[in-house]
């Protein structure tokens, strides 16, 4: 059995341990094909545009695991309006699963953990030194396999506004960090709001003795991580990028996640000129895994869902409410 085909056969494990996965695909670094398999889909995907992503996916992230003091990256999920691309680094490959999560939301993670363990085995028999130890590869899919377990986790929070009374009478400013101060569950450790320029419009830090980097900087960190995803995103032609998570950590007690996700469109003067720009803003955050991604999704959706009705529908984070409504009703079904 060549390389390719041995590789195919442990990513089809992978596609068979659920009917809402649609493709599963291995790829370098640098987002260039190993191998892939896949089922008919009425998506057109383009398994080129969806290992750059892919790459980006761990790539942009790089920096604020760094500055945080947080490594190494698990897992990363983006998410579009239909489908969501789970990836794993393995050594010096990325493993993609493209799966519907409108179909099945949580993963089977002890499925996925056991195919990775044996994955592992083979990418280092076939690019690593051969010298194959058992116990590093069971920690690291072990790894994995918590990380899916946790992102699939955690206790929905209902659909809430937390927009104050007589918006009408407050300056914007102090209508959002009204809603930042609503928050109703202690899921985030730093949170905020930043413009696509990398303008904080308004943080926050449960905790700034936590970490070195204050929560300015980590929010304009993650926002340039952020950007670079959507700018590789558009190459799917998938309605655009809807959130992306991304987990690190030594080990399950100790996993960190950092989310994503549009929240609308705010106005800023430019100074030089004192025209008037319109600018995508971006919710941002950094949490724990103690409580499961759900309940962190829950509350960004409640947050942006609050802001949105204060400055003005749009489209693209419209899609990310509905894609949290979307996993919450999948998981409970």
């Known amino acids: ?48 545009a ?3 992503v892919s790459s980006a996916a761990f790539s ?3 920096e604020n695991w760094f500055d945080l003091g947080i490594q190494r990256q698990i897992i990363a999920f983006s998410f579009f309006e239909k489908i969501c691309l789970i990836t794993v680094r393995i050594q010096q490959t990325l493993l993609t699963i493209v ?19 044996h994955l592992r085995k083979e990418i280092e028999n076939f690019f ?36 104050p009374t007589s918006p009408e009478q407050k300056e914007l400013i102090e209508n959002i960090s009204k809603i930042l101060d609503s928050v109703q569950t202690p899921v985030f450790l730093n949170y905020g ?17 936590r970490f070195s980097i204050p929560v300015a900087a980590f929010s304009a960190n993650a926002n340039v991580g952020f950007q670079k995803m959507i700018e590789e995103a558009d190459s799917l032609k998938l309605g655009g990028l809807v959130s ?7 080990d399950p007690d100790n996993f960190y996640g950092i989310l994503c996700n549009p929240s609308g469109k705010m106005t800023f003067t430019d100074k030089e000129t004192g025209s008037y720009i319109s600018q995508p803003i971006t919710f941002v955050s950094l949490f724990p895994l103690t409580y499961g991604a759900i309940p962190v999704l829950c509350e960004a ?24 409504n979307a996993i919450e009703k999948t998981k409970y079904q």
């Open 1 to 48: 059995m060549s390389v390719r085909e041995t590789l195919v056969k442990h990513l089809s494990t992978i596609l068979r341990s659920s009917k809402a996965t649609i493709m599963a695909l291995l790829s370098d670094e640098n987002g260039l094909s190993i191998a892939k398999t896949g089922r008919n889909t009425d998506l057109n995907l383009d398994s080129n």
């Open 50 to 52: 969806i290992t750059s």
């Open 60 to 62: 942009s992230s790089e």
């Open 99 to 117: 799966h519907d999560y409108h179909q099945e939301w949580p993963l089977n993670a002890d499925n996925i953990g056991s195919s990775i363990f």
């Open 128 to 163: 690593g030194s051969g010298k194959v130890d058992n116990a590093e590869i069971e920690l690291f899919s072990n790894n994995v396999r918590s990380a899916i377990y946790l992102c699939g986790m955690g206790s929905e929070i209902p659909l809430t506004s937390y927009i």
């Open 193 to 209: 709001l930043v413009n696509s320029s990398g303008l904080n419009i308004d943080a926050r830090s449960i905790d700034p003795e």
């Open 244 to 250: 992306y998570l991304c987990v690190s950590g030594n």
């Open 301 to 324: 959706r409640n947050i942006v869902h609050s802001i949105i009705s204060i400055i003005g529908k749009d489209d693209i984070t419209e899609r990310f409410i509905n894609s949290v």
